[in-house]
């Protein structure tokens, strides 16, 4: 065999995480195993569970099989930090937080998808009166406690479909946003998920680790570093004051068509 080839191990771990990315049922007729959330293809390559909705008696009784099937995958991913074998299958944020047991933000929508992000971040803006009156805010949005998701509409709180959102309630409705979209869609996997990790690697030897951390141990740094991406997430601010000129040479150091 040649030396540059994997071990029949490692090339084991990497092929099961590439199953992985695929769109996949399992069990069959189910939702696939997981999906990428994010702007493409600025946020390509990092992976969420796809939510599943049970419509149907036949749906509910695939519920436990599916759960049962994200703790083995959670099994997996302890496999992998436990034989240090690093794979080409980078999570959200927010999956690695839920792991790690730290509590998940609004603002982690950010690395869930930066334009659902950006909408949210703006409509707060708008909520403030000096640059939206009520009237025109309501006029604008025109949302009640509700979202759809996976192509379901759900209630955010009790009765949501019939309480609007008012300017006085939005950071109300975002809290209850992102948690649903990140969550409370996927509580059933990233349960299991959470389970069939911690049987193999106890919480005690995750303490301290940041969801960046936990990353790094499980990928490796197997992806390549996309610029798109990075885009999405670093901004430049003229601080000192520069000229135009030198601000515009000093960016372009770091490739073209930058944001401004």
Known sequence: RS??????????????????????????DTSALFFEPGKQPQQSGLYSPHPFWPKTPRDKEQRPKRNKVFYFIGKFLGYCLWFHHPIPFMLSRHVAKYLLGRDIAWHDLAFYNVDLFEGLRKMMED???????????LSTYCLHFEATIAGNL????????????????????????AVQV????????????????????????????TAEDFQLLLSGGASNVSVQRLKTVITFNNAHGCTKETFDLFKSGFGTSWPS
């Not at 540059?4 to 069990?27: M, Q, W």
Request: neutral net charge.
């Open 127 to 137: 909520a403030d009166e000096k640059k939206m009156g009520k009237e025109e805010f």
């Open 3 to 28: 030396s540059d080839l994997p071990g029949v191990t490692r090339g084991f771990f990497a092929s099961v995480a590439n199953e992985l990315k695929k769109t996949i049922s399992v069990p069959p």
């Open 182 to 209: 990140m969550v409370d869609s996927v509580k059933g996997e990233l349960s299991n998920l959470r389970e069939g990790l911690k049987s193999i690697i106890n919480s005690d030897q995750l303490q301290g680790l």
């Open 154 to 177: 759900v209630e955010l709180i009790p009765n949501g479909s019939k309480i609007p959102v008012t300017p006085d309630r939005v950071k109300d409705y975002v809290r209850h946003y």
